[in-house]
């Protein structure tokens, strides 16, 4: 099914002028065997046999396993076992876009009104390599915003060369909006960066000049259709020169209704075809305290249907990325509150690092066999499950990953949401609830928070729960299900899912749809990611 | 005249700093300062002052009328 990589946009001369400029590496071969891949997959029943193991996920061949099994954002599976870090080190950008206020981080790291510390790159890599050895699921670093990290390429590669010199296991990734990565691919490649994330919300200058107001270009600041027209062409050409040089190109775009939400279908296949691995739609978050051009003029972000809805007609044979939590497995959050305190720029520059290059291949070693034995607990739990029919539902999880249900329904900051079906146990998404989102708002309206924003469950898993919130879901028509507590998620999840079904063939229950849910984000805020 | 920061407005994003011709423009007291000694209102270098160009923030970098117009 080369076809599904390379629809018809690959026979369009700009893209094939473009990859036969210089000899790809290897990444269209890639490209076309993962393609062969996901046909065989998708296909299901006889090709299967025949696709050879690569060790991971069905869908996905051993190469570009290899290449993401540890990155917490590209791999759902990583994310519960690995934690990325981010270092501001770039505040400058080259373009304005309508939801990003820069006073405050990037919507792909952080939590509302919180700004970084801006680092020079002695300090960042010092305390990266501090952090690394301190938490070994550190396996990522990134440099994102505020900022574009392009448009700081002396401070952004000399981070990645001084990290790169010490570590050479940590794998670095950075953000861009792309207006410049053309310039900047080769020295990405230098750096063996494998992995860049570029934010794409258009391939229309129509639809750009009301996210874009202007961009910094040679020396001037252009408006309007001109500036997107000009962006819009310096993105897709870095996504294709990542590709040629076999850099895996994500895209991250920001659905916003009315403006570009139906073209983002448009935008999905453009990204395909010029090879991007992995395509993110991400809401955007919008509200008048966060200052944004789109905050204050009113513009909504999307339900969570809508969301879905949106991704599921771009999925098709692509790997949408559901399980980005806009940065939230964050490698200084796991130090917990009380040890990032040790971690502030005056004591780690006051401190002798040294790199703990065995107690890290340990950790990675240990989390392998736990991947094993999840993959050991998946078989057979597809049996039975044929009796669902065309039947579809969500349900939430309370977990601090893993992926195992270990967190206490009131304590949860974030629910993971998996759609069950005859296919299995889906991760969809994240629904955020944690205090930042509810705008100080007392104890029951908290709870009345939750309820909005998993109002299109039918179950929530958790490892505990009070009677009141217990009465409460029951009442909203959310199940609370506690007795798989500590158990692997997915499992879980279709154990119940398979006992539902059970209940609603003997008429015990009858299946009814569940309505939509607000999405609760934290602040805004800017791209470059 | 030179350019000046509105220092209340500036976010501090570095960006006007490494655009500058002249190298006016640096951080003192966490915010930018432009050195009007230096400033040329990039007469001479380019059509629109760098600095207006890229500051996020609209209103900031403005004409400092204590001194007279910079003649190249
Ligand atoms: S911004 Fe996205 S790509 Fe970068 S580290 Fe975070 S989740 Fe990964
Ligand atoms: S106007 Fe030009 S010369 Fe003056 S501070 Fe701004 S960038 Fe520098
Ligand atoms: S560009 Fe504007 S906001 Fe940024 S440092 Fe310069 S004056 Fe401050």
Redesign the interface.
């Known amino acids: 099914m080369t076809e599904a990589f390379f629809p018809e946009d690959h026979s369009n001369g700009s893209v094939d002028s473009a990859s036969s400029a210089d000899p790809a590496v290897d990444i269209s071969d890639v490209m076309q065997k993962m393609a062969e891949h996901k046909g065989c997959g998708t296909e299901g029943g006889s090709g299967k046999a025949s696709c050879g193991s690569s060790g991971g996920p069905e869908d996905m061949p051993a190469e570009i396993w290899e290449k993401v099994k540890n990155h917490p954002c590209y791999s759902e599976e990583a994310h519960h076992h690995y934690a990325r870090m981010h270092v501001a080190v770039a505040?400058?950008?080259?373009i304005?876009c309508n939801y990003c206020n820069?006073?405050y981080d990037c919507a792909n790291e952080s939590r509302p009104g919180v700004v970084s510390e801006?680092l020079t790159p002695e300090q960042a890599s010092k305390k990266v390599l501090a952090v690394a050895s301190t938490i070994p699921q550190m396996t990522v670093l990134g440099i994102a915003g505020?900022?574009d990290p392009l448009?700081?390429p002396g401070k952004t590669f000399e981070t990645f060369r001084l990290i790169s010199e010490v570590a050479p296991d940590i794998k670095l990734c950075l953000s861009t909006n792309g207006l410049a990565l053309p310039d900047w691919v080769d020295e990405i490649a230098k750096y063996k960066v494998d992995h860049v994330t570029i934010t794409i919300n258009m391939i229309d200058p129509e639809v750009g000049q009301h996210i874009y107001p202007w961009i910094?270009w040679e020396?001037?600041?252009l408006q309007g259709y001109e500036a997107a027209k000009i962006l819009t062409e310096r993105q897709l050409l870095g996504l294709e020169m990542l590709t040629e040089r076999g850099i895996l190109a994500k895209i991250n775009s920001v659905m916003i209704p009315g403006i570009n939400d139906k073209h983002l279908v448009e935008v999905n296949k453009a990204v395909k075809s010029r090879g991007a691995f992995l395509h993110n739609i991400m809401p955007l978050i919008s509200a008048p305290e966060h200052g944004t051009v789109f905050g204050l003029n009113g513009q909504r972000g999307p339900t969570a249907q809508e969301l879905k809805a949106l991704q599921d007609e771009c999925e098709g044979d692509m790997n949408m990325m559901r399980h980005c939590r806009q940065c939230r497995a964050d490698a200084v959050g796991l130090l917990g509150e009380d040890r990032s305190a040790e971690f502030t720029t005056d004591k780690i520059m006051a401190m002798e690092v040294e790199y703990d290059a065995e107690g890290r291949k340990a950790y990675q070693q240990a989390v392998e066999s736990e991947r094993q034995a999840k993959v050991e607990a998946k078989k057979g739990q597809l049996d039975g499950l044929e009796a669902a029919g065309d039947m579809k539902l969500l349900v939430a999880v309370a977990t601090k990953g893993h992926g195992v249900i270990n967190e206490h329904f009131g304590h949860a900051k974030e629910f993971q949401i998996y759609e069950l079906s005859q296919t299995g146990a889906k991760f969809v998404g994240h629904r955020r609830v944690d205090l930042y989102c509810q705008g100080g708002y007392g104890e029951e309206d908290a709870l009345e928070t939750v309820i909005k924003a998993i109002n299109d469950c039918h179950a929530v898993f958790v490892a505990k729960i009070g009677g009141c919130p217990k009465a409460d879901l029951t009442e909203a028509g959310i199940e609370p299900v506690d007795q798989y507590a500590h158990e692997f998620i997915e499992q879980s999840a279709l154990v119940w899912f398979k006992d539902y079904l059970v209940k609603v063939a003997a008429g015990e229950i009858v299946h009814t749809d569940r309505g939509d849910a607000a999405i609760r984000q934290g602040a805004l805020i800017q791209q470059a990611g | 005249m030179a350019y000046k920061i509105v220092g209340s407005q500036c976010?501090?994003?570095?960006?006007c700093e490494?655009?500058c011709p002249n190298e006016a423009i640096s951080e003192a007291k966490g915010t930018f300062v432009i050195d009007p000694a230096k400033c040329t209102e990039c007469i001479g270098h380019?059509?629109?002052p760098?600095c207006?160009?890229?500051c996020?923030v609209d209103e900031t970098c403005v004409i400092d009328s204590a001194y007279p117009r910079y003649e190249a």
């Not at chain 1, 505040?91 to 080259?94: D, F, G, V």
């Not at chain 2, 976010?11 to 960006?15: D, F, M, S």
């Open positions: 505040p400058a950008c080259n304005q820069r006073k801006r505020p900022g448009a700081n910094f020396n001037k600041r | 976010t501090n994003c570095t960006a490494a655009l380019f059509d629109t760098q207006v160009a890229i996020p």
